[in-house]
Each structure stands twice: as structure tokens, then as C-alpha cells.
């Protein structure tokens, strides 16, 4: 996987998330500190997904996980 690939894919991700922080389906975790977590996959590397909470200010990004990560352990770490 080249990096520059992901890390440009990622940024395009975060700038159209920032500008319409509804996208992306929510997440039903456990940990109420959760709540409001939304995510969305990032452009030709969809394994990848951004985890994020919108703010007033756009989004606050809170992991980038692999799709098959078990999400609530790997938030609580």
C-alpha cells in the first residue's frame, strides 16, 4: 500500500467529513463516551475507516482503524 496513496486518500476523507460531518452511518458502542461516533471509509482503501465525532467546529477524528479490528476494544485502548 502505498503511503503518499493512503495519506492524500485520507486527507481528501477529513476535508468532506469536516465539511459535512453528518456522513457516515453512527455507531452503537457500549461506552457512552462514544456516542455520536460516526465513521467512514476512506476512498480506494476501504478496509480503512475514519472513526470521528462532530463537533461545531467540523469533526474531531478519533482512530483510523481496519475494518476488521474489534472496534470497542481498540477504542478502549
Do not use: C
Not at 7 to 13: P, T
Not at 51 to 74: C, M, N, Q, S, W
Amino acid at each position: 500500500m502505498p503511503l503518499n496513496r493512503l495519506l492524500a486518500a485520507f486527507e481528501d476523507a477529513v476535508e468532506k467529513l469536516a465539511a459535512m460531518p453528518g456522513m457516515g452511518p453512527e455507531r452503537q458502542l457500549k461506552n457512552p463516551r462514544f456516542q455520536g461516533l460516526r465513521f467512514w471509509p476512506i476512498k480506494s482503501f476501504t478496509n480503512y475507516l475514519i472513526y470521528y465525532k462532530p463537533t461545531a467546529e467540523g469533526i474531531e477524528v478519533v482512530p483510523v482503524l481496519h475494518g476488521a479490528r474489534d472496534i470497542e476494544r481498540a477504542l478502549e485502548e
